[in-house]
């Protein structure tokens, strides 16, 4: 059965602290790997990885994608209160998309 | 601005009702999903669309229907029939574009059953 595992499921850092977010995956018919960031409510695009080593960054965030481990990580340097939200980790299959737990991420000041 | 509507945001309803959630996209994208989403399981596939007159299962389908008569809408159905349906309810769209699919979402809808 397809699977996406996130880890932790939860977790308390404060600003400035750096965080790496962990998604593994057993999937079949694999596309694609996403995150998503999910403050309130509709969950917002963060990344979409399709190869391996290559390292998607976008300010303090950074993503990368092990297709041979099936794994990927989120990384966020200088974590400050705003990042905090839950990261989705999606994995794109042929016709639909399979979803993590999440992980809830809390900053404080 | 294009994007995902869904209505309404809150909704009550007594065991035994069904009840309706709208999910409208002005994004002309062809593929459409509901998800559900309880504390600490993520998000769970119930129905999707990849063109109109056709859906698909998800992961748990029971006690949900769909309809997909036009491109832009793909309500969603709570029957009675499902035993739990207190949950936030997220519907999204997305087209594929060189390999690529990026889910829209809406901004969802929160149903309590009391």
């Known amino acids: 059965e397809d699977k996406v595992v996130q880890s932790p499921l939860s977790l308390v850092v404060h600003e400035g602290d750096t965080v790496t977010l962990n998604c593994s995956y057993e999937?079949?018919?694999?596309?694609?790997l996403l995150w998503y960031k999910q403050e309130k409510k509709a969950p917002t695009f963060l990344f979409m990885l399709t190869s391996s080593g290559i390292e998607k960054k976008s300010g303090r965030l950074s993503s990368i994608l092990d297709k041979k481990e099936l794994f990927s990580i989120l990384n966020i340097t200088a974590t400050q209160t705003g990042d905090s939200a839950v990261y989705l980790c999606a994995v794109d299959r042929d016709n639909d998309m399979r979803f993590g737990a999440g992980t809830r991420l809390t900053v404080k000041p | 601005d294009g994007g995902i509507t869904q209505s309404p945001k809150y909704l009550f309803r007594k065991e035994g009702q069904n009840v309706t959630l709208s999910c409208e996209q002005n994004l002309n994208h062809d593929a459409m999903y509901w998800y559900r989403q309880d504390p600490g399981q993520g998000l769970r596939l119930i129905y999707y669309?990849?063109?109109?007159?056709?859906?698909q299962k998800g992961d748990i389908a029971e006690g949900y229907s769909v309809s997909r008569e036009k491109k832009e809408s793909f309500p969603l159905t709570v029957t009675s029939a499902q035993k739990n349906p207190t949950a936030f309810y997220l519907c999204a769209s997305s087209t594929r574009r060189s390999g690529a699919n990026v889910l829209t979402f809406g901004a969802g809808s929160r149903l309590t059953v009391l």
């Open positions: 669309s990849q063109i109109v007159n056709d859906f």
């Open positions: 999937v079949t018919n694999f596309r694609s």
